[in-house]
């Protein structure tokens, strides 16, 4: 299953929460700006919250800043059916009546933008039902500060920022706090819908594709339709933060964005519709697609494409080129490539809950802080016990007795720098020296090979090849 996580040390998040805790938990959803706060699905359906809880997102029923030290529970959601959670400082879950088997709506948390859609601006530490839709809800997708979802009418309703028009292109009206019916000019019946950051994407039953908002500098003040070539067949919207991505039908991915051009010398001579770049990817993919997943903050510019063959690329969209990766978890691949998070409820398997990471990448019970760069430019934190890498070999203990800074950011005070390998070899380097376990994708073995033999590691030279000779089930590592 390509959302289960073959590794609870990626989350900083979750390393700080007791072993047997996580032992009674079937998934967790991490959202906010750096995933910050965490939603934890225990296996006898109920739902914790933990992390920080600015603007009551929890939903834990208070607006203390944050829950550091025991997870605590959202009472409201005790053996309620959850369908989908989606969110940013705020949540909105789509849930399901046990009676009736119809799906109604639940949210909380930041509503200075009315992106709650209860009708006001104040914040709520609790969940609260939108009432406003008289109508079950299909499906629920938001951005950081607004909401869209489509009834079982096939109606689509939008709420919230309205700054860039994004809930109906309306800019006069700056924000919604109330869901707004979307008229189309056709009157079609919407059946997929994404948001970007200052956008909204709808798909209709006929396959056509409205978008409004603003995508980059491109303004559309009403729902426009964008005709596919060929009648393409879509199968899923993904929403980033400043891009779509679709995935089509028959496996292939497309990506809508605004076109650069840097010296176009009169923008407003051009129709609208020409200034959107309407993109395949197939030269560059190997392979045929069947699922895609992005996420909505800031620091990211890479997505992930799942093969049919249990395959995942991350396409980086500065550079234009697909990263290969053999690991089948979109999760960790998540984690390990594009950003600090992953914004999909991710499942624990039952073999995870006992780890023996002992205190590795556990910010609470750490004195430094390994700092490295991903292939987006933001820095990625690892944070260990200086004694621990010491006692591993001599040249660490050199390392650190030359390389440790000073760092009044972080709680432990103390950090290295590492630039020239990437996160995610440190990571699988740090790992190994906490568990003596590698656990890395075999296509960046020779990055860590080079980087065991800079660090002068011998024992883990001499272990690489027989690493690479036992791969025979690459899904089970
Ligand atoms: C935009 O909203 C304003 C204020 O509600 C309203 O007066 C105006 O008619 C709206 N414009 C359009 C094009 O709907």
Not at 14 to 29: D, K, Q, T, V
Not at 170 to 192: A, G, Q, R, V
Not at 220 to 240: A, C, E, F, Q, Y
Not at 394 to 401: A, D, T, V
Request: with cysteine; glycine share 6%.
């Amino acid at each position: 299953m390509s959302s289960n996580t073959y590794d609870l040390g990626l989350w900083r998040i979750l390393r700080r929460i007791s072993p047997e805790f996580l032992a009674n938990l079937s998934g967790f959803y991490l959202y906010g700006m750096i995933g910050g706060s965490t939603l934890l699905f225990t296996r006898d359906n109920r739902v914790f919250a933990y992390g920080f809880n600015g603007n009551g997102r929890l939903g834990v029923g208070h607006f203390r800043f944050d829950v550091s030290d025991q997870p605590e529970e959202i009472v409201e959601l005790r053996n309620v059916k959850i369908i989908s959670v989606a969110g940013a400082d705020f949540i909105v879950a789509l849930v399901e009546d046990e009676n009736t088997h119809k799906c109604y709506l639940l949210t909380w948390g930041s509503n200075n933008r009315g992106q709650l859609g209860i009708g006001d601006e104040d914040d709520r530490c609790k969940p609260i039902q939108i009432g406003s839709i008289n109508f079950p809800i299909d499906k629920v997708e938001c951005s950081q500060t607004h909401v869209v979802a489509i009834d079982c009418n096939k109606h689509c309703w939008c709420w919230g920022d309205n700054r860039f028009g994004q809930v109906d292109g309306n800019i006069t009206n700056t924000f919604y706090c109330s869901p707004k019916l979307i008229h189309f000019e056709d009157n079609s019946k919407i059946i997929n819908i994404a948001c970007c950051e200052t956008a909204t994407l709808a798909l209709t039953e006929h396959c056509f594709l409205y978008i409004w908002g603003k995508l980059d500098s491109c303004i559309v003040s009403h729902p426009m339709r964008i005709d596919l070539m060929n009648n393409i067949r879509v199968k899923k919207l993904l929403g980033m933060a400043k891009t779509f991505a679709l995935l089509t039908c028959d496996h292939r991915v497309i990506l809508i964005r605004q076109k650069t051009e840097r010296y176009n010398r009169d923008p407003l001579q051009q129709p609208i519709q020409s200034q959107f770049l309407i993109k395949f990817l197939d030269e560059s993919l190997p392979c045929s697609i069947v699922d895609i997943y992005g996420s909505l903050t800031y620091d990211t510019c890479n997505f992930i494409l799942l093969s049919e063959t249990g395959r995942c690329f991350v396409w980086n969209m500065i550079k234009s080129n697909v990263i290969e990766t053999s690991m089948t978890s979109i999760p960790d691949v998540a984690t390990l490539c594009t950003c600090y998070y992953t914004n999909i409820h991710a499942k624990i398997p039952p073999e995870l809950v006992i780890n023996n990471l002992g205190a590795f990448n556990n910010e609470f019970q750490s004195d430094l802080c390994i700092k490295t760069y991903t292939y987006s430019h933001f820095v990625r934190k690892i944070f260990v016990q200086r004694e621990k890498l010491e006692q591993h070999s001599q040249y660490l203990r050199e390392f650190c007795s030359n390389r440790i800074e000073d760092d009044h950011e972080e709680a432990c005070g103390r950090k290295i720098i590492i630039r020239h390998h990437s996160y995610l070899i440190v990571y699988a380097y740090l790992r190994y020296i906490y568990t003596g376990i590698l656990r890395i994708d075999p296509l960046f073995t020779a990055e860590l090979y080079n980087l065991a033999r800079e660090f002068q590691d011998n024992e883990l030279i001499q272990q690489i090849p027989e690493f690479l000779y036992h791969q025979t089930n690459l899904c089970s590592l």
